[in-house]
């Protein structure tokens, strides 16, 4: 697969966050993403605008996205969740206990939603 660039990012997909966070997040969403999907990297080929590759690269894309979100509404424990308590009453705000994760990385509902339209989800199938 030709790597998701930040350039694509921004300019195809349409992503938001900025070049420093997008650096920081695209390796491991490249990774979750091609687990999720039971593929190597180096065996995807065609360019990321055509077919399964474009859904790939949608993917890793929407993958991006959500681990920047986690990333700023992070608690201490790194789960993506805050909880406020006052006496015996507690809530508990953006719960990740849900989302699906590979090897730790919690992995976008959205990314997933978008393999599976594609007949690419096959880790949890």
């Known amino acids: 697969m030709k790597r998701v660039t930040y350039d694509y990012y921004k300019s195809v997909f349409g992503g938001a966050v900025s070049e420093e966070e997008f650096a920081s997040h695209v390796r491991a969403a490249r990774d979750a993403i091609c687990d ?27 993958e991006i996205d959500y681990l920047a979100k986690m990333k700023k509404s992070a608690s201490p424990d790194g789960r993506g969740a805050v909880r406020e308590s006052l006496g015996d009453y507690s809530v508990t705000y953006g719960s990740a206990g849900g989302v699906m994760r590979t090897f730790g990385v919690p992995v976008s509902p959205e990314a997933v939603l978008c393999l599976r339209r594609a007949g690419l989800f096959s880790r949890w199938v």
């Open 36 to 62: 999720v999907v039971n593929r190597s990297v180096r065996s995807v080929n065609a360019s990321p605008e055509d077919g399964t590759d474009g859904e790939i690269a949608r993917a890793i894309c929407l």
